[in-house]
């Protein structure tokens, strides 16, 4: 308990109040659901790919474990050691060093981030603080991280990390283009799944089991690649109850998208998931990892009216300043 009170201080002043003190049930439109159930979602193996168990996996699920990536145990751990050092830094500290001049982003209290790491809108009601890396701004970092070595530590990891996810994705992508029986050119390919918009994001919830960590949501990506620690919490939705991830050592969670689900035609959808009250008084680190498609990107579907994705982020963003939380796809369906 020591510790966490001495590293209290790297939280934002507004989580103070909140942090390991109780509160009122959420009040939602969710139905009245079990929380606490547990259930083994699939494990892919990437170095072995089974592509009718990944097809069951996309159809039936929406979310599963990814293991044999090829990311090196060394880099892995590189990435759970600066993660934690840098997030557990003083909050002005965090603030000066992710501010106006630099090209990440440091942000806190809500999970409405936009690809660049913009809040679109504030809450302190989710307890959890997090790093926006666009990986393309990543080597405009070099004359900031030079002169701090933590932040070059940082950079450096960042980068060698977002390689090797980037590869991940898009060998995914392609095997579940497959599955869908999708022949997509190499352009295609670029547009849905554009290298230009990887975005890593680094996140820590304090060690409070009474507050939510963050609120049901899908994600706009086409596919989101989560690291998440031993500490568990991330929850999903199957079949209308609530299920935990239970982590699985050495390997990456996959959740697909709201552009996967377009995409698809509906035949996969897009998993709503959560980060919900977590059973051990430990912080909760997890890494994820987001890739959407060019601004451009047009999508045709016989269930959603035609849109670029440009258009559906301007829709996700009119969504959160009209009611507070993003609607999602439900506005371009045709038949609604």
Not at 36 to 65: N, Q, S, Y
Not at 153 to 159: G, L, Q, Y
């Amino acid at each position: 308990m020591e510790s966490i009170m001495s590293n209290s201080e790297s939280y934002p002043p507004e989580f103070g109040t909140l942090m390991n003190k109780p509160t009122e049930p959420e009040k939602s439109i969710e139905p009245s659901l079990n929380r606490t159930k547990d259930i083994l979602i699939p494990v892919i193996d990437l170095e072995h790919l089974d592509m009718e168990k990944l097809r069951e996996a996309c159809r039936d699920w929406g979310i599963f474990h990814l293991e044999n990536t090829g990311i090196p145990s060394t880099l892995m751990s590189q990435m759970k050691e600066i993660t934690e050092s840098v997030l557990s830094l003083p909050f002005e500290e965090k603030r000066k060093l992710f501010g106006v001049n630099s090209p990440l982003s440091y942000f806190w209290g809500t999970n409405l981030v936009s690809p660049s790491g913009n809040a679109l809108r504030k809450s302190f009601g989710h307890l959890f603080e997090g790093i926006n890396v666009p990986l393309a701004s990543l080597s405009s970092l070099l004359p900031f991280s030079c002169s701090d070595p933590k932040l070059e530590s940082f950079r450096v990891v960042m980068e060698e990390y977002g390689k090797h996810v980037s590869r991940i994705v898009m060998t995914l992508f392609e095997a579940i283009a497959e599955t869908l029986s999708l022949d997509l050119s190499d352009d295609r390919k670029k547009s849905c799944l554009s290298e230009s918009t990887g975005v890593i994001r680094v996140q820590r919830y304090p060690p409070c089991t009474e507050s939510p960590g963050l609120k049901p949501h899908t994600d706009s990506s086409m596919i989101s690649m989560i690291n998440q620690d031993d500490v568990g919490g991330l929850e999903f939705m199957k079949d209308g109850e609530w299920f935990n991830v239970t982590p699985l050592a050495n390997s990456l969670v996959i959740g697909l998208g709201d552009m996967m689900q377009v995409l698809s035609d509906e035949k996969y959808k897009s998993v709503l998931h959560k980060v919900g009250k977590r059973m051990k008084m430990k912080e909760r680190y997890s890494i994820i990892y987001f890739v959407f498609p060019d601004k451009d990107c047009m999508f045709n579907s016989s269930c959603y009216k035609p849109f670029t994705f440009s258009e559906y982020e301007a829709q996700v963003k009119l969504d959160i300043e009209t009611h507070g939380c993003k609607v999602g796809l439900s506005k371009f369906l045709t038949n609604p």
